[in-house]
């Protein structure tokens, strides 16, 4: 197959059929040449075989590949069927004639390695290299597939995702998405709840209320963070522009008439651990409708700075007296309370109170519990999650890391990286050196460094819900994950997304010289002698932040910048033109230039992006103007009828209400934009192509638009 995708392809062969006409030749070969130009179509064939009759009459056969991998697969194959005994065919590649209307067809799929296998005219050859030439299309698809990848187990890529939401990478979080739906890994509730976490990462507040099925999700069994989440999205679609405005009737009224049926079946106590601002006002709400729910009025107390004007008027709600219980409460009504938790909420603290709860009753009480239900049930997964213990914070997760019967590490992660509580660690000096202590013994041990390699999304992600983030407190923290990460670069070869966040981390909140030098030391670590061309966008992006940064060490900085970017120029001619003009704008604000290592930057690249930029209208938005200002004029230099418009204002304007409304594709810098500017854009923006760029720097801009054509 050539082209991008199977859509592409398609589009191609269509074209090429309408224009290819071999029933002059015969029916014979007429027949094997339709059978060739379906290898254009053929997602199993590595490159496509294209008969085409030149101005002289006589038949030839192009060859392209889409990338040098399927080349290096097809050519070898070729050559044993058809090789110098039957055409010209040698194995070395050769550029189509630009003349041939075929060969320009076949030009604009933008082809890694083309060739022209020429064959003698009398029709016995021309029948003979045709059918070698099929039977080549026939033993390709009968061959085993020899690089398919094995299997993730579904735990990686929980983690992958949730590494990719760390970062931005919106597209790339729902592709893993969509693959953990169409090979069925998950239950249809839970593939939702990721969809939601996807949308809110994003604060996409009206797509997670516009989701099939919303009113069904307020009342199922959910885990807290994502109860947490829809109480937001209920707040910001409905009640946050009556609340912001001052209009306190018609908040109230539009909580009553449109919210409360929503949000009542999720206010309960305990409130989840990562209620936010407007998940808090839906309390308020609720407390100033229901008079009765004295348990809401008491939670609310705790957050009046949360509440805005509520606070106001829960000073004057009254609350009515709790109703004393017909009998006295037991240690066994709150083992019974605990494990209806467990079995309604999917959440790592429940199954530790209700062992809490357990641990309280006499022998007779828990037989009685197992004899009962809905009691049994929910007992048995209590106590085959206590059988391999339940961790209730990171330090208790990574000393339990090493144990073999902790198969659930992964899913206790997932969960606790919105349960557990950071608090401690950012305010007190000896939890964050226990923090510390416990990651560098887990190193120690073969399987807790594995468990805890695959967790680093999670932890990171944790380590975001920290408001003071990056804090200089958790400075320790942030270097140990990194040395981890490139500790697992080196054994296993995957470099996560999230080391970019722990690096702007530490670049923000100030280094010594040492600390300094053993960061960079950590990413050429991560980056390797010999990196790939997968991980030119993380390097760049790694040097666009240490430009920005104070340098404690400027020598250091100085030749950690330069060694880095030159360790590109090997890498140059498989480079795509928007990383190419990426790593030559760089390498001119070092002040040196790529043809000191043997570069040469006038070599045409292999792909068609500066094409498919011609004629366009790019938006970018970003707060950081430098950054939105080079990638304007990287991609005016690469395609210069398009027009690029920047925008950094911080909220709604008419101009950006224009750029959002009139831009082909518009890309929004994830980590530099306000929350105001980005929900106006994604509302004027309708259905038309809006991008997300996951840093801060020029280049991941134009990331997003070389993942976007790719």
Request: aromatic residues 6%.
């Amino acid at each position: 197959m050539i082209g991008s995708d199977i859509a592409e392809a398609r589009t191609i062969l269509a074209d090429l059929e309408s224009i290819s006409d071999f029933s002059a030749l015969g029916t014979d070969v007429d027949e094997l040449c339709q059978r060739l130009l379906m290898t254009i179509a053929d997602a199993g064939f590595p490159g496509a075989l294209i008969p085409n009759i030149d101005p002289g009459g006589s038949l030839h056969i192009f060859v392209a590949a889409p990338t040098m991998t399927a080349w290096r697969r097809l050519s070898p194959v070729l050559r044993a069927f058809a090789g110098p005994t039957l055409t010209s065919f040698n194995g070395i590649t050769e550029p189509l004639p630009l003349a041939d209307v075929v060969a320009q067809r076949i030009a604009r799929s933008a082809p890694a390695a083309t060739a022209i296998i020429r064959i003698p005219q009398d029709g016995r050859s021309i029948l003979s290299a045709l059918r070698a030439l099929t039977r080549v299309r026939e033993t390709i698809a009968r061959a085993p597939d020899l690089q398919s990848a094995i299997p993730e187990p579904t735990s990686w890529l929980l983690a992958r995702f949730q590494d990719n939401l760390n970062v931005g990478r919106r597209d790339a979080a729902a592709a893993i998405l969509a693959h953990l739906t169409d090979e069925l890994r998950l239950d249809a509730l839970n593939i939702k709840f990721l969809e939601i976490q996807l949308l809110a990462a994003f604060a996409d507040w009206a797509a997670i209320v516009s989701l099939p099925g919303f009113a069904s999700l307020c009342i199922a069994r959910r885990p807290p963070a994502i109860t947490a989440l829809l109480l937001e999205a209920i707040y910001q679609v409905h009640v946050a522009f009556p609340f912001d405005a001052g209009d306190r009737n018609g908040t109230h009224e539009t909580y009553e008439s449109t919210v409360r049926v929503f949000a009542q079946p999720m206010l309960t106590i305990p409130v989840p651990p990562t209620l936010t601002e407007g998940g808090w006002r839906i309390y308020g709400l609720e407390n100033c409708v229901s008079a009765s729910r004295s348990d809401i009025h008491q939670a609310l107390l705790r957050e009046q700075p949360n509440l805005g004007w509520i606070a106001d008027e829960l000073a004057k709600t009254s609350v009515a007296a709790p109703v004393p219980s017909p009998s006295a409460h037991t240690q066994l009504d709150d083992a019974r309370n605990a494990l209806i938790q467990v079995d309604a909420v999917e959440a790592v603290d429940n199954v530790a109170t209700a062992l809490a709860a357990l641990a309280k009753l006499a022998p007779a009480e828990l037989a009685l519990l197992r004899e009962a239900e809905p009691f049994s049930a929910a007992l048995r997964l209590t106590e085959e999650a206590a059988s391999s213990g339940v961790p209730s914070s990171w330090i208790e997760w990574l000393a339990k890391s090493g144990d073999p019967s902790f198969t659930v590490a992964l899913d206790i992660a997932r969960h606790g990286k919105d349960e557990w509580s950071f608090e401690a660690a950012t305010s007190d000096p000896p939890h964050v050196a226990a923090m510390v202590a416990a990651l560098n013994r887990a190193q120690d041990n073969p399987l807790a460094s594995e468990r805890t390699s695959q967790a680093l999304p999670f932890l990171v992600a944790w380590l975001q819900r920290d408001p003071a983030f990056p804090a200089p407190p958790m400075k320790a923290v942030y270097a140990s994950l990194l040395t981890l990460f490139a500790l697992n670069s080196t054994r296993s070869g995957a470099v996560f997304e999230s080391s970019q966040v722990l690096v702007e981390a530490l670049l923000a909140v100030g280094l010594s010289g040492a600390e300094y030098r053993s960061l960079i030391a950590d990413i050429d670590e991560l980056a390797g002698q010999a990196f790939g061309v997968d991980m030119i966008y993380w390097v760049l992006d790694t040097i666009e932040g240490f430009m920005r940064a104070s340098a404690p060490d400027a020598k250091a900085r100085e030749a950690f910048l330069h060694g880095i970017l030159a360790r590109t120029a090997p890498l140059y001619g498989r480079l795509s033109s928007l990383q190419r003009t990426a790593v030559k704008s760089l390498a001119g604000e070092l002040g040196w230039s790529l043809d000191t290592f043997g570069v040469n930057v006038d070599l045409a690249p292999a792909d068609n992006f500066s094409t498919r930029l011609e004629g366009l209208r790019i938006a970018i938005y970003s707060l950081t103007e430098a950054s939105s200002r080079q990638a304007k004029a990287a991609i005016e230099e690469m395609a210069p009828s398009a027009t690029v418009d920047c925008s950094a204002d911080h909220g709604g304007s008419v101009r950006l209400r224009a750029l959002a409304e009139n831009a082909d594709i518009f890309v929004v810098t994830w980590l530099s934009a306000k929350h105001a500017a980005t929900e106006f854009i994604r509302e004027h923006r309708g259905n038309r192509t809006l991008l997300y760029a996951q840093g801060r720097g020029f280049s991941s801009i134009l990331r997003a638009l070389e993942d976007h054509f790719a």
